[in-house]
């Protein structure tokens, strides 16, 4: 098991309670219709984001998904800015005009979360491949869930990346739904290693609901793919708390497979974790969590204080 | 001035942005041993190596998609469509990541990226190797389209394409790389959303643009010996379209031919023509007539292919038609 530092195990609590409390929130505005149109929430795959996240270079890059919350708080981005780009506000990280599936901070590596399923692999390995070109130490990590696997553009970028042996880490979220198709009725591999095979490359399978197995595992394919040696595959089998999307009944699914999911909770696991080995006290865990929900507090007023764009703004940006 | 023709003068524009610029790459299908489909980049292989001139697979959407993140990090990629009929394989990367990422993002991020490609019928390839999509491509904002007909802009507006901060899908012709004209030497750059006007004329203003453009020009030699004086205008860039230019010589003319060679129905020539509409209606002294391609699958019969596409007997026909 990996065993962090005391200051890297903090770090890691708060930022997947960041990002637990940070959804809730969205959730929570959205019911009250402060938040409009839809948002794709992260709750449940912390560890996936948080333990592939902090096992980068802070100018490494990534590329994140329509459910891309997560990702965007664990690339070091700035709470107030996502939250106020969630609503549309001038003050968001995309002045207003991307929204919660464009949040995207490239000044901290990240290469934007993505509307389309598989949207990002082609910017991930186009990086890639200029990192390779510029002889950069630098790598990507390509998100995408379980459903981009069945996207055309996947398995062009995944031969080319291959071929090229360039420097991207492709990290498949799998949390057995594509919106409510599952898996089984998906997907004719059910080992999705199986399809890194097809490439030849490397791919490995982790329990994407522990946060120490995903850092283990991401440190060593990091590694491995900032050596030089070309792109593989990371499978996290994990799960979202909440629907694909506000509107979503979870018809598809049981709630014995939520409960099952729910005990595995990646954030009180690893509190307990961190109390058990010493590396935080009990109080120390609440104090993070007490000073993650005034973040969020804050985070939400911000957002909800903050002026929309300005009109002249429809115009700007379209072209340089 | 010396001449060389539209091949060689894309090939310089390469050539010379990639030894100016080392941020320059060219990524496409069959684009370094084989040196293009068309020849346009023979000869950069063994001059700039691997590195900077890649065979890629076949794969539409990778080769636009990994041309979007080299460029969001700092290189000036142009990538190659080997035909424009394939663009629908990387539309999704066109239209959703490349055309929109800027805007999207606040403004926080640059797309230098080239798309060349190569469009239009007169080979008798049949419906997969002979569209001219260009409509599709107006259709969106984030993007410019340029369409150069003449070897002097082919090479000054690719070289302008490649320098600039944003994404251009450069469309050329497959019957105009042999053709031939002069080409100024050495460096020199055509500003894009620029119209050109390649013939004077007072009765009647033909807009068009790419491989119609020589078309309408020997439709205006003959009718100029009948006595019809007509204006041609090369529109050269259709996204964003040189509307100062059209207006100008719309109030001089007062009557329009659009000629295009794509289909007509919901073609470029429907903007073309509702931009007169919205500019310069006042002006007009007849309806735009539009000489346009059949709404039809390009056929591979030469005497269908010719059908479909406009002529030099149909344009002159069109102009006859607004002086009525």
Not at chain 2, 130 to 139: C, D, F, I, N, R
Not at chain 2, 293 to 303: F, R
């Amino acid at each position: 098991m990996y065993t962090p530092s005391k200051q890297e195990a903090a770090k890691i609590l708060r930022q997947m309670m960041e990002i637990r409390q940070f959804e809730d929130k969205i959730m929570e505005l959205l019911a009250k219709n402060i938040a409009e149109g839809g948002s794709h929430l992260y709750a449940g795959m912390e560890a996936v984001a948080v333990g592939v996240i902090s096992s980068l270079n802070s100018d490494d890059y990534i590329t994140s998904t329509h459910r891309g919350h997560g990702h965007a708080i664990a690339k070091d981005g700035d709470l107030n800015a996502l939250m106020a780009e969630i609503l549309g506000k001038k003050t968001g990280v995309c002045k207003g005009k991307g929204g919660s599936l464009h949040l995207a901070d490239l000044d901290k590596g990240n290469l934007g979360a993505n509307g389309i399923v598989a949207g990002g692999l082609g910017i991930a390995t186009g990086a890639a491949l200029a990192l390779k070109m510029q002889k950069s130490s630098k790598i990507v990590v390509c998100f995408f869930g379980d459903g981009a696997l069945n996207n055309g553009i996947t398995h062009e970028c995944m031969n080319m990346a291959s071929l090229w042996k360039l420097p991207v880490l492709y990290l498949c979220e799998n949390n057995l739904y594509a919106m409510s198709v599952c898996i089984n009725r998906a997907c004719s591999v059910k080992d999705f290693r199986k399809r890194a095979a097809a490439y030849d490359m490397p791919a490995d399978i982790v329990d994407g609901m522990d946060v120490l197995a995903v850092k283990e595992a991401a440190i060593k394919w990091i590694n491995y793919v900032r050596s030089g040696n070309g792109p593989c595959l990371l499978v996290c089998n994990t799960y979202r708390y909440y629907g694909h999307s506000r509107s979503d009944p979870r018809v598809y699914r049981t709630k014995e497979e939520e409960k099952f999911y729910k005990e595995r909770d990646p954030i009180p696991n690893f509190a307990k974790i961190c109390i058990q080995n010493g590396w935080l006290t009990e109080q120390e865990v609440k104090d993070i969590e007490s000073q993650v929900t005034k973040a969020i507090e804050e985070a939400t007023d911000f957002a909800i204080k903050s002026p929309l764009p300005d009109p002249e703004e429809l115009y700007s940006d379209l072209y340089v | 001035m010396r001449e060389i023709t539209y091949r060689q003068a894309l090939n310089e524009a390469l050539d010379e942005e990639m030894s100016r610029d080392e941020k320059v790459f060219l990524m496409g299908e069959d684009i370094a041993i084989y040196g293009g489909a068309y020849g346009v980049t023979a000869g950069l292989l063994n001059k700039y190596g691997e590195e900077r001139v890649k065979d890629t697979p076949i794969s539409e959407a990778a080769i636009v998609g990994t041309g979007l993140g080299a460029a969001l990090l700092g290189f000036r990629p142009v990538v190659e469509i080997m035909y424009i009929d394939f663009i629908g394989l990387c539309m999704d990367q066109l239209n959703n990541q490349v055309a929109k990422i800027r805007y999207m993002f606040g403004g926080k991020c640059k797309v230098p990226l080239t798309i060349r490609t190569e469009g239009g019928a007169g080979r008798t390839l049949g419906a997969h190797h002979s569209q001219s999509l260009e409509a599709w491509l107006m259709h969106i904002p984030g993007i410019k389209v340029v369409m150069p007909a003449t070897p002097a802009d082919a090479k000054g507006l690719l070289k302008t394409s490649i320098r600039e901060d944003n994404p251009i899908v450069f469309i050329e012709h497959k019957m105009l790389y042999n053709t031939k004209g002069p080409v100024p030497d050495g460096e020199y750059l055509t500003p894009i959303g620029v119209a050109d006007i390649k013939k004077e004329g007072r009765d009647v203003t033909i807009l068009t643009y790419s491989r119609m453009l020589l078309f309408s020009l020997q439709a205006a030699e003959i009718l100029e010996k009948e006595g019809i004086s007509v204006e041609v205008v090369d529109l050269r860039t259709l996204l964003p379209l040189d509307k100062q230019t059209i207006k100008k010589s719309v109030m001089k003319t007062n009557r329009v031919v659009i000629v295009e060679e794509d289909t007509k129905t919901a073609g470029a020539g429907a903007e073309i023509g509702m931009t007169v509409v919205e500019e310069c209606f006042d002006y007009l002294d007849a309806p735009i007539k539009r000489v346009a391609g059949a709404d039809v699958p390009m056929p591979k019969a030469p005497n269908l292919e010719k059908l479909a596409i406009p002529s030099v007997e149909s344009i002159i026909e069109g102009v006859k038609e607004v002086l009525k």
